[in-house]
């Protein structure tokens, strides 16, 4: 909040959104809608030079060529060690800053940055002795709104670009929706998303991106959302909007962006055998030795060879689900019957073995004994919240949608939550 107050300047329409943050506040979770501006720190008058750290560079050779004795390198590794738990230095990652009252004096302070929110600093006391201390750098966590649509030809990626969204947060959009609907199927010209997701701030600039906090898409089954919620027990997770764990327990797609060659059908003409037969499954087009994640967590019930699936799992899931991955090049290591597999395990490998013409993955969903449709099967969800989590979330999942709203006509403002 302070640091929010220092962004707002002046102008009538903040003040309104102030009111209604501070009303907002009062509902349970704090939110404020605030208008982009940028506040860059003041110069000062100390000299300052950033190092960042490159393959091969040590603690001793930095400081050694910033002028330092080697009585004061060796002091300054060993209060690094002792008191921020520092030993080496990471190439590419970590940065050094020496800081000089003036351009010709020595250096009086050095600031190790491991990582965008911490900071070593490493001062000398008049006595000599070296000394350091660790600082959480505050930030500031904004969350932005995004929306894009789908064009004519588009994938979603394509479209997510466009509207701004980076790739690291379209990344995690994209397996989030992944449990819903199928990117290759699903996605249709006119579909419009949007995402909210935070920024952090540090001194009133940009410093990464953090959490994704809400994800909507008008998939062809309905509306998609999602609210990142945290539990009283502290576990966050996903859940639509009425509370319902939003993550699945299984993937209709379980290669992420894989492309569907052939669906689910009741009567098809089979590639190889030439006349017509069901298709209980979907296949997915993917080169030889892509590796298959399980689409659930659950235990494997059978892997072996048959003529038409050739090297194939079974994997059965709670309740009333079993899935089967056919055509595999190989199986994954130490992935036999009765191992238990977690969501995404990798279970084997693509491949073309048993009827089939070209490396592809064949799934399967089969509930209660019948095989169903990947794709439109209703799946169910892993965990739904408790009473009071639910009245919580509901309570919480109405705050942020009066933050997208806002954001929805403002689409230069943010929140915070
Ligand atoms: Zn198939």
């Keep these: 909040m302070k640091k929010a107050k220092d962004i707002i300047t002046s102008g009538r329409v903040v003040y309104a959104i102030l009111v209604l943050a501070v009303l907002l506040t009062v509902i349970a979770v704090g939110l404020v809608v605030f208008r982009h501006m940028g506040t860059e720190s003041s110069s000062d008058s100390e000299h300052k030079s950033l190092v960042i750290v490159e393959s091969g560079d040590t603690l001793s050779k930095l400081l050694l060529d910033q002028g330092f004795t080697n009585n004061d390198v060796l002091q300054i590794a060993k209060v690094l060690k002792s008191d921020a738990d520092i030993t080496s230095l990471r190439a590419d990652n970590d940065k050094i800053e020496f800081i000089r009252l003036d351009e010709a004096e020595p250096v009086s302070k050095i600031v190790i940055i491991p990582s965008p929110w911490r900071q070593v600093e490493i001062t000398c006391t008049d006595a000599g002795e070296w000394q350091c201390k660790t600082v959480d750098i505050e930030r500031d966590t904004r969350a932005v709104y995004k929306t894009g649509e789908i064009l004519d030809g588009d994938s979603f990626y394509l479209a997510g670009m466009r509207a701004g969204i980076p790739a690291g947060i379209l990344a995690e959009v994209y397996d989030l929706l992944a449990f819903e609907m199928d990117f290759e199927r699903d996605v249709r010209a006119g579909q419009k998303f949007s995402v909210l997701y935070e920024e952090n701030f540090s001194d009133g600039k940009k410093v990464d991106n953090g959490r994704v906090l809400a994800v909507e898409f008008e998939a062809l089954r309905g509306n998609v959302k999602m609210y990142r919620f945290k539990k009283s027990d502290g576990k966050t997770g996903y859940y639509d909007e009425n509370g319902n764990g939003a993550i699945k327990s299984l993937k209709r797609t379980p290669i992420n962006n894989a492309k569907v060659t052939s669906s689910f059908s009741n009567s098809r003409k089979h590639p190889v055998l030439g006349y017509t037969r069901a298709h209980k499954g979907v296949d997915f087009r993917a080169s030889t030795g892509t590796p298959i994640p399980s689409a659930g967590a659950g235990r494997v019930v059978a892997r072996g060879y048959n003529k038409g699936h050739g090297n194939y799992i079974k994997i059965r899931h709670n309740g009333s689900y079993e899935t089967l991955y056919a055509h ?25 073995t048993g009827l089939s013409t070209g490396p592809h993955l064949h799934y399967e969903i089969i509930k209660d004994g019948k095989h169903v449709n990947p794709m439109t099967v209703k799946l169910p969800a892993i965990s739904n919240l408790g009473k009071e989590d639910k009245e919580k979330f509901l309570e919480y999942r109405k705050v942020l949608d009066d933050g997208i709203e806002q954001l929805e006509k403002h689409p230069d403002w943010f929140i915070q939550l």
Excluded at 333 to 349: C, L
């Design 328 to 352: 595999m090049s190989r199986f994954a290591k130490g992935v036999v019957v009765g191992t238990n597999v977690k969501q995404g395990q990798t279970i084997g490998y693509v491949g073309s």
